[in-house]
């Protein structure tokens, strides 16, 4: 069964068409790649699915039932999270206060109540030996790699055990070796039966790690293949609209 399936998604702003009946679905355990020029409806989907907008028509449906997310939350109940490219930490904190930055553990009774600094640093700790990240929860965010970034990101997200990852171009502007890891950190989502849908424009990252590529161009959906049956070249095609469809 698919994790997530949408039916004939539609958007429009105004007299813009941004998405134009588009289907789209994932399973537990696969990795996808998002793929198209800028402007093709690709942050667009995202934000359906993340709950940031809503669709103009059609439906959205989770493990087989029908879903209707009026906002990121609503999402996230459902077990989906997001990654933006600008990962939104704050640089000023450690890595264990941006894991948990707005859910904050804390003890007391009314108005007076402490942070749990020891036991969400234990929790950071663990989340990133899962991920098998070199990165410490009391690392300032402002002295980290691109590559420590997108662990405390990837961190957070799982704070809430969530079934669906999505991923806003986690690989852009890091090192060959960052590279590495946040492509090793996706292959060890999807290991744990963890849905990810990777949006990026490095041809190279979506071949080596995702399943399925699905291509969007002007905001209609013109391919969704195995990426075993494609190639870095016919991707390319459908991008820019040398092939028009497959």
Known sequence: MNYLSM??????FGAISALQGVDFNIKAGEVVGLMGDNGAGKSTL??????NLRPSTG????QGKQAV?????????????IVYQDLALCDNLTAA?????????????GIIHRLKHAAMNERS???????????????????????????????????SDPKLVLLDEPTAAISVRQVAEVLARIAQLRNTGH???????R??????????????????????KPIRQSSPEEVTGLITGAIEAV
């Open 97 to 109: 206060a941006n894991v948990f930055l707005g859910r904050e553990l804390r003890s007391g009774f």
């Open 7 to 12: 039916k004939n998604i539609t958007k429009h």
């Open 59 to 62: 439906e959205i449906s989770v």
């Open 46 to 51: 995202m934000k359906i699915i993340a709950g």
């Open 125 to 159: 700790a663990e989340l990133f030996k899962e991920l098998k990240s070199e990165t410490r929860p009391k690392d300032l965010v402002e002295r980290m790699s691109g590559g420590q970034r997108q662990a405390v990101a990837l961190a957070r997200t799982r704070l």
């Open 203 to 224: 041809m190279g990252d979506v071949f080596e790690v995702c399943d399925r590529v699905v291509v969007l161009r002007r905001g209609r959906k013109i391919a969704d």
């Open 195 to 201: 849905a990810v849908i990777l949006v990026s424009h």
């Open 69 to 81: 997310f009026s906002n990121p939350l609503d999402a996230r109940r459902l077990g989906i999270e």
